[in-house]
Structure formats: structure tokens, C-alpha cells
């Protein structure tokens, strides 16, 4: 028995079909983990309370990209604070002060000197600053010792770059930052305040 073979139109209108469906499929939603720093020695300071003060500005700003964040550089300080700092004395109080907590994004040239809509050069260039400073305040309220800490980033994307990797370019650019803020500090902390750590 000899096998039929089909028209050449339909073997190729096939192809299209299958690769219209793989190109069109949605890609997956990426999980992105809780920050968590439960894995570090808890800093313990001889105060009963510790308050977090959101000192950044809120307004939006040319080119602000922070409500792409999945996981907001002042939602990573609350966490590290919540996590990293414990309470354990009688007296005093501690004040986690977040002054800074932007991020921004601006279109570059690629090394055409074109706009990287369409090619393959960057085309996005993101910054993001976060400046944080831990206060120990006596009970009359006058400032008896203070830590700051302070992270940078800047990355740039492709001109092809995903909502979907967007927001992990930013995740990373959160963790990694909220992890220069916990080394910074606990190195300051040490330096500047070591009377208040039990």
C-alpha cells in the first residue's frame, strides 16, 4: 500500500500553526521569594521597642519605576528590620529611619548612537538608591547614637527586555541592595553604638 503523501501547503501551514501557538503561549508568572534573613544572628539592642519611620519621598519623579518593584525597597528595610533587629532591653527606644528609597529608569543609546527600540543593544538604564539609619534615643528623646547605611545599583536592559524580566532585574536589584544595607550596618552598628548591644 503506498502512503499518500500531502499537498507541500498544508505540511507548511502546519508548521505556522504550531509555531504561532509556541510563540503566542503565556509565560509562566515568575515566583519570587520572600526576602529572609531568619538565617542570620538576630543584633540585639537594649531597647523595648524598635519603630520604622518611612522618611522617602512618595511623590513620583520623571522616569520613576518603583511601582514595578515586586518586592518595594521599603518593604525590604521593614523586613530586615523586623528580622535583623530584636528588642531585649528596658530603656531607651530604636528608630529605623528610611530616607531614601528611589528608583528610576531613563532610555540610553546603544553603541550606534541609535535608540534601542528594536535592536538587540540597551535600551533601559535602571538606578536605585536606599539610604537607611538606625537611632537609639533616649527616654527624653535626644539622639544618643546613630548607623547609616547606604546602597547603590545601576543595570541596564535589553532592548528586548520582558514586563516579566523587568521585574526580576528589579528583585535582584532589591535583594542585593538590602544586603549591602544589612553589611554596612552591622559593621556601623558595632563601630558607633556597641554600648546598646547585648
Known amino acids: 500500500m503506498v502512503a499518500k503523501r500531502l499537498p507541500i501547503f498544508l505540511v507548511m501551514l502546519a508548521a505556522m500553526v504550531g509555531l504561532a501557538a509556541c510563540e503566542s503561549a ?7 521569594a520572600p526576602l529572609n534573613f531568619t538565617g542570620e544572628p538576630p ?12 522618611r522617602a519621598s512618595a511623590a513620583p519623579v520623571p522616569g520613576d519605576v518603583r511601582q514595578f518593584f515586586p518586592i ?7 523586613t530586615w528590620a523586623r ?5 531585649v532591653g528596658s ?8 530616607e531614601s528609597a528611589a528608583a528610576t529608569g531613563k532610555r540610553i543609546e546603544n553603541a550606534q548612537g541609535m535608540r534601542g527600540f528594536f535592536g538587540s543593544g540597551p535600551a533601559e538604564q535602571y538606578q536605585a538608591e536606599l539610604r537607611v539609619r538606625l537611632e537609639i534615643r533616649n ?6 547614637a546613630a548607623a547609616s547605611a547606604m546602597a547603590v545599583r545601576t543595570t541596564t536592559a535589553q532592548a528586548n527586555v520582558t514586563p516579566a524580566d523587568q521585574k526580576e532585574i528589579f528583585y535582584k536589584m532589591t535583594k ?3 544586603g549591602d544595607i544589612d ?7 558595632h563601630t558607633f553604638m556597641p554600648r546598646y548591644l547585648r
Open 26 to 32: 503565556p509565560r509562566a508568572v515568575p515566583h519570587f
Open 43 to 54: 543584633i540585639n539592642l537594649d531597647v523595648p521597642s524598635i519603630q520604622v519611620i518611612d
Open 72 to 78: 518595594s525597597l521599603t518593604e525590604a528595610v521593614r
Open 83 to 87: 528580622q535583623r533587629l530584636h528588642a
Open 91 to 98: 530603656q531607651n527606644i530604636a528608630r529605623v529611619i528610611i
Open 139 to 144: 527616654d527624653r528623646g535626644f539622639q544618643a
Open 176 to 178: 542585593e541592595m538590602i
Open 183 to 189: 553589611g554596612e550596618m552591622v559593621k556601623n552598628i
